[in-house]
Each structure stands twice: as structure tokens, then as C-alpha cells.
């Protein structure tokens, strides 16, 4: 299995195993590293959340920017912009922010947390970095008369999105509980990288299908492509990612270690997962995997900070890489 090591000097620090997979669209595997052994989603099903939300909205969701769709997708920085986005959702759909049932937490970006305890106001869970799914699923109970308590499993939204995610992965996934509080899905990690792969297909084949997944798909995929400042957030790494890249690709951070891209040229999908959890390590896998499928997919920054180590002046004092 190869391995994420951070060097510190010349003593190996900490060492991060990791498994890679990407498929094209005839179901190929473009690259096949690491143990397939079962991770949760997390946050990187959030577009195709976003999707089964949209079947619900139906028309009425037809007007809304790309950038309201990106944030319905997101796992964002609670910054500014990002929280007039998802209050303009629940402006248009007759929904208060007291409704989200996410949970409070700091925005993500410290410069924006730091501005609301200047205010002196709390933390909301208009805050939460999931407040923009959070949003749409709340709009779509609304339309569809279900509980406006999406969160339970048996919920009937969150059972549409359980036999959604089994069709697009071809895999029944068990379920568990997110950090904002609605089902997960816990899968091999090729079956997130088929779940995408079906993604970057929808990107490739056009809002005009025949096929109202695709279109919904189509939507939600392009939307992060072309908006990944709304999608992550200031420094962080889906945006370093998606803004160094040389062709369009959909990217989506999920928790503990794993990140997926949807590659809509190539109708290919990626999934990368560090076995440790950490985000740290996670960037350089990343980079390693998008360079097994075409070295000339990523144009990394100079100075890549992802891969360096610095102390607390800033000084370089090490570094990481992968051993494969």
C-alpha cells in the first residue's frame, strides 16, 4: 500500500498509508492502489444529496445561480459570501436559519469567526459547514410536506437519497451518522469513486439528457467546477486543488481523510483516502493520485505549502511525500 510520510529533517516522522481509485467510464480502473477497505463519505456525497433535494424542489429551484447550487454542495468556510448564499435559499423557499438542524460550530474561516466574537454574537448553525445542504434539504421537506426533521434514516428524503446513492454506486451502503447529523454512507472506496465517475459522466453528457438525474447531476458538478470558492474556502485544500488545475474537475473534501474528483473530460472518478484521517496527508495524496492518472493534470503552486513542513517562524524544516 503506499504510504504519506512527513519528514522532519531526516527523521520520518509520522507515516499515513492511503488508497487511491479512479474509474472511467467504461468502468475501467485508471488507477487501483491501496486496500479497498470501507470509509464514510461524509461530505463528499454532498452533491449527489444535492441532487435528490433538487427532484423535490423540481421547477422551483430551476432560477437558482450556479453559485446557490455550489453552496448546497459545500463544506464551506462560513464566510461572508457563503452565508448570504445559503439565507437567499431559505429567503426563496420561506424557511428560517432557526430551522437548520446542523448544529453550531466557528466558521471554518478564523478570520470570520473572530469578526462575529468582536460582535459579540454567538455561533449559529447558520455557521456549520454543511448549513448550504443543510438549506436545500430543509427547502425540499417543505415542498414535499415531509418532517421538517430531516436528520432520521427513516426519514422519506433520506431514504430517496439512500436508494439514490445505491443506484449510483451500484452497492447497498450501511449507514451511520454524519457530523451534521443525517445519514452517512460507509462503502468501499471504489464505490465512492463509482458514485463520482457516474458525477463526471453527468458533467460530460449535458443538462439537455433525457435523464433527470443526469441533468440534476449536471447541475450540481459544474456548479462546484466553475465555483470552488463557494464549494471550500479561503487556503483551503479543494480550492488550492480545483484552481491549479489545467482541465475542469469537480473536487470535494470529505472527512478523515477523504477527497474525490469528478473528471468530466475524461468521464472519470477519482477517490483518494488516507487511512489515518489526516488532511495533511491528504494533500500530497491527492497530488500523487491526479499524477497517476496524467502527470499533467495539476500544476502544482510554487512554493506547494501542502508538501512542506515549517516551524512556528515559518522556517522549512521538513517535508512530505509519498512511498509507494
Aim: charge should be neutral.
Amino acid at each position: 500500500m503506499p504510504e504519506v510520510r512527513q519528514l522532519r529533517g531526516d527523521c520520518v516522522e509520522s507515516v499515513h498509508p492511503f488508497s487511491a481509485f479512479a474509474f472511467d467510464d467504461d468502468g475501467r480502473a485508471i488507477v487501483s492502489v491501496g486496500d479497498d477497505r470501507e470509509t464514510a463519505f461524509r461530505s463528499a456525497s454532498k452533491p449527489h444529496q444535492l441532487a435528490v433535494s433538487l427532484s423535490l424542489l423540481g421547477a422551483e429551484a430551476d432560477d437558482l445561480s450556479p453559485r446557490h447550487i455550489a453552496v448546497g454542495c459545500a463544506s464551506h468556510s462560513a464566510e461572508p459570501e457563503h452565508l448570504a448564499l445559503v439565507l437567499e435559499i431559505l429567503a426563496r423557499f420561506g424557511r428560517s436559519p432557526s430551522e437548520l438542524r446542523c448544529g453550531a460550530h466557528p466558521p471554518v474561516h478564523t478570520p470570520s469567526a473572530e469578526a462575529i466574537l468582536r460582535a459579540g454574537e454567538s455561533f449559529t448553525d447558520l455557521h456549520n459547514n454543511c448549513s448550504g445542504k443543510h438549506a436545500f434539504m430543509l427547502a425540499a421537506c417543505g415542498r414535499a410536506g415531509f418532517d421538517s426533521d430531516y436528520r432520521p434514516f427513516d426519514h422519506p428524503l433520506q431514504q430517496r437519497i439512500a436508494a439514490q446513492m445505491t443506484a449510483w454506486m451500484d452497492f447497498a451502503p450501511r449507514v451511520v451518522v454524519d457530523g451534521c447529523g443525517v445519514p452517512s454512507f460507509v462503502q468501499p472506496v471504489s464505490r465512492a469513486a463509482r458514485a463520482w465517475q457516474r458525477l463526471a459522466r453527468a458533467m460530460a453528457e449535458g443538462e439537455r439528457s433525457d435523464d433527470p438525474w443526469t441533468r440534476r447531476l449536471h447541475r450540481a458538478g459544474w456548479a462546484m467546477a466553475r465555483h470552488p470558492e463557494i464549494t471550500s474556502g479561503t487556503g483551503r485544500l479543494d480550492l488550492v486543488i480545483a484552481r491549479n488545475a489545467r482541465e475542469p474537475m469537480a473536487v470535494k473534501i470529505g472527512a478523515m481523510g477523504l477527497f474525490c474528483i469528478a473528471l468530466p473530460e475524461r468521464r472519470a472518478g477519482v477517490a483518494v483516502k488516507v487511512h489515518s484521517g489526516s488532511g495533511e496527508a491528504l494533500a500530497v495524496a491527492v497530488e500523487w493520485a491526479l499524477a497517476a492518472i496524467d502527470p499533467a493534470l495539476f500544476a502544482r503552486p510554487a512554493p506547494w505549502e501542502h508538501a512542506l513542513v515549517r516551524n512556528v517562524v515559518g522556517a522549512e524544516v521538513g517535508r512530505w511525500l509519498v512511498v509507494s
